[in-house]
């Protein structure tokens, strides 16, 4: 697990990453350990980007965008979508 942080920690873009698994501890680890704008956990992007914070990281965008987030320009906010499996 700590190498492939590393490794999507190292790409010089980081706008979105997304991962799958049942242990949902061992996800919200990973979340805070990726540096990324967007972690997708058990779940793909079919979320309202016009009410969530929609900006790259590093070299992938600048600022973010979504209504209620473009006065926090000088801010890195960072969105978790988790799918638990006890739910529909």
Do not use: C
């Amino acid at each position: 697990m700590d190498e492939a942080i590393k490794e999507a920690n190292s790409l010089m873009f980081s706008f979105q990453a997304a991962l799958f698994t049942k242990n949902i501890d061992k996800a919200l680890h990973i979340y805070t350990q990726i540096d990324a704008a967007a972690v997708m956990i058990n779940n793909h992007t079919a979320f309202r980007v016009d009410w969530m914070p929609f900006a790259g990281l590093k070299h992938s965008g600048h600022g973010i965008g979504g209504i209620p987030y473009t006065y926090e320009e000088m801010q890195v906010t960072k969105l978790a979508v988790i799918r638990s499996p006890s739910l529909p």
